[in-house]
């Protein structure tokens, strides 16, 4: 049981170029999250996904797009990568542990830097 | 839009000592989680809390949230050089009909930094 696994852990991109994050899930949760994580800002929801086909925006979804044709992936698309996309992301999977609570399990993270 | 104002954002403390780390915000929330992260890797889930005054303990720490359900405390009694890390909490949305889809608010975290 791998839990949450992201790919690649480090990638340095050109301003212009593009990449898709991978983020691939092995515990069967519905719900997916892909956030961003900046020097003292804690982290900051990009995307969301309630189930395959299902996706939709966070606070930060500007510069980027998802996709969700199965349960186990929800991988990250950068279009034309600026410098302020330079940060680490995460992905995270939850479940309802009681009606109320979403405990969210992460990835190891991408530290992504565009120059 | 909810948000949670964490405190302090650095605590730098010697072996033994106790310390606690605030989180409160306006906004209620349906759940309070607190994460632990260690550099590089993912945060790690320490404890939910979901009921307004529950405490929980997990060894030397102790999670409360507050009788409103808007704040949320982490107290750690005798520190130890393996607790430092940045520790986060994370609000979640009030569930109406289950629409909240498990997104999580979370503070701007506590570096907290134990010496031997």
């Known amino acids: 049981n791998a839990g949450v696994t992201q790919t690649p852990k480090f990638r340095i991109l050109k301003i212009g170029q593009s990449m898709t994050l991978q983020c691939t899930q092995d515990m069967n949760h519905n719900y997916m999250y892909w956030y961003r994580q900046d020097p003292g800002m804690g982290l900051k929801l990009i995307y969301y996904?309630?189930?395959?086909?299902?996706?939709d925006k966070g606070e930060v979804p500007n510069g980027y797009n998802v996709s969700r044709s199965t349960t186990e992936d929800f991988p990250l698309r950068l279009e034309l990568a600026a410098p302020s996309q330079t940060s680490v992301y995460f992905c995270?999977?939850?479940?309802?542990?009681?009606?109320?609570?979403?405990?969210?399990?992460f990835g190891p993270g991408t530290r992504l830097t565009v120059t | 839009t909810q948000l949670l104002e964490q405190s302090p954002q650095f605590l730098s403390i010697q072996e033994g000592e106790n310390l606690t780390v605030y989180c409160n915000s306006s906004s209620v929330f349906s759940s309070l989680q607190w994460y632990r992260q260690e550099p590089g890797e993912g945060p790690v889930l320490l404890v939910t809390v979901v009921t307004g005054g529950e405490v929980k303990k997990l060894k030397r720490l102790t999670f409360q949230f507050g009788d409103a359900r808007k704040d949320s405390s982490l107290h750690i009694t005798a520190a130890q050089p393996g607790d430092t890390g940045l520790y986060l909490c994370?609000?979640?949305?009030?569930?109406?009909?289950?629409?909240?889809?498990?997104?999580?608010?979370f503070g701007q975290g506590t570096i907290l930094t134990v010496h031997p």
């Open positions: 995270a999977s939850s479940y309802s542990a009681s009606g109320r609570a979403y405990e969210q399990y």
């Open positions: 996904s309630v189930g395959a086909g299902i996706t």
């Open positions: 994370a609000g979640g949305g009030v569930n109406a009909g289950g629409t909240s889809y498990g997104k999580l608010t």
